[in-house]
Structures are given as C-alpha cells and as structure tokens.
C-alpha cells in the first residue's frame, strides 16, 4: 500500500482498534497517554511523525528558534509534527506555526507539553493533541534542540516515518514496518466486532458470543 492508501484505511480505524492489534503483536506501549488530549474531541490526525525534541532554557538563546527553523525547512506533506517538549508551564505551539505547518502540507501536531492560541487554531482547523493549555509564551522557557531523531513523546517511543493516528481516545504511533500488518489486522478485528455487536444486539448471551469470538 502507498501511504495515500494507508492514510485512508488508518482514518477509518479507531485508537482503541488500533491499539488492541498492537498489543497482540507484543506492542504494548503504542499510545502516548492519556493526558495527550485533542483540542477537541471532533478532531482526527493520521499522518507520519515528523520528530522535534525541545529542552527547558533560562533564557532565550543568542539566535532563538534556530533549530525550530531548520526542521520547518524539512517538514512536508503527510507530516504529523511529534514534539517533545521541555516543561509543562509554558506553550511550545500555537496560531503561527500552525499556520506555517499547514502551508507546509503537514496534517497535525502531537506534543507532551501545552499549546496555545485555541482558539485561533481551531478557526483553521489544524489537529492538535497536547497536555493542556498555556497562554505563555516558550521564548526564554524552552528551545527545539533537534529533529528528525528518534524521541520519547508522553508515553509512546516515535521515530522518522512511524505512523501515528490520533483522536478522541488519544493518540496511538504504529511503527513504520508495521503499519501494513497493522492496518489488515484492524480491518479484520473491525468486521467481527461488527458481528459480535450484531449478536449482542440480537440478544445472544455475552459469555457464548465471547466463547464463540475471542473478543468483547
């Protein structure tokens, strides 16, 4: 599959789903936790991980965002921005890269830490999923130190190119020689838990649907 196809079946596969296939293929650590939240709940991401670590500062650097401009020249389309970042006080992300990253052509962002400008960036409906808000600014509090590196983002290991699905539920990263097996295991959980749910429905006992499946 080219990553339009996958992009396409991951968005209609849910977190949970996701994270169940993954976790039967020994996988148990594929979501970032649960303080990693959606602006709101309407909003999905799938896309690639493009990666940027950041690092708390006491002050701003002699040349600020230096590192955050290089790794904007490297961003792209498809890119999901995974951010590490380096305190829980001030906002790593806000309107203008929002705005900078959609012309960019990526399709998301997911961070450890807070954004800002909620508002704004619900108006031009960019996905972000964070810890929470700050009105703060990172200037002078935080600095992306690199990108493009393999990071620990909340609870979740993230490298180049991994695929990461967001939404209600949280965010799940599927490593990238997975993502295939993944996406058709997904598939098939989904249509028998279409048929389990059916059963149910029907009034079928739980424990001889369960019985008969494998799964609740």
């Not at 992009?7 to 594929?30: E, F, I």
């Not at 389309?77 to 790593?92: E, F, N, Y």
């Not at 998301?108 to 960019?126: C, N, P, S, W, Y």
């Not at 493009?148 to 699905?165: E, K, M």
């Amino acid at each position: 599959m080219n990553d339009g196809e996958l992009s396409a079946k991951l968005t209609g596969l849910h977190t949970a789903l996701l994270c169940d296939v993954m976790d039967g293929l020994g996988y148990r650590d594929s979501a970032f936790g649960m303080s990693i939240r959606p602006m709101e709940p309407s909003q999905r991401l799938v896309g690639t991980a493009f990666t940027m670590r950041c690092e708390a500062v006491e002050r701003p650097p002699e040349k600020p965002y230096q590192h955050l401009l290089a790794a904007y020249a490297d961003l792209g389309k498809g890119d999901v921005i995974v951010l590490h970042c380096g305190d829980q006080v001030s906002a790593m992300w806000g309107e203008l890269l929002s705005t900078a990253a959609i012309a960019k052509g990526a399709v998301g962002a997911v961070m450890d830490g807070a954004t800002r400008d909620i508002e704004q960036i619900l108006k031009i409906g960019f996905p972000v999923f964070s810890t929470g808000f700050s009105p703060l600014n990172s200037a002078g509090r935080q600095e992306v130190v690199e990108h493009g590196a393999a990071l620990r983002c909340g609870n979740a290991s993230v490298r180049p190119g991994d695929w990461v699905v967001g939404d209600i539920m949280g965010v799940v990263v599927i490593p990238l020689e997975l993502v295939e097996q993944v996406v058709m295991l997904s598939l098939a959980k989904d249509t028998l838990e279409s048929t389990v749910r059916d059963e149910l429905l029907r009034g079928e006992e739980i424990g001889v649907v369960f019985g008969r499946h494998g799964i609740l």
